[in-house]
């Protein structure tokens, strides 16, 4: 069986630019790999493109 997916609200998740996982952690520290101060913010990314704006979720998990 696969991995469940997950919803993230779009202000709170974050890329972890070491490792490419997708979280909604508060930390400066990615809790996959534990990189700290390499977490990109997505919503302040998506939400500054009007193409994005009506994104409100993300959606993560493992791929098929």
Known sequence: MGDAMNKIALDRAVLCV?????SDT??????QCGSQHTLLSLGRVLQQDR?????????SGAEA
């Not at 193409?51 to 959606?59: A, H, V």
Request: aromatic share 20%.
């Open 26 to 31: 508060p930390y400066e520290t990615c809790p």
């Open 51 to 59: 193409q994005f704006g009506g994104i409100r979720y993300i959606y």
């Open 18 to 22: 070491e490792c490419n996982t997708l």
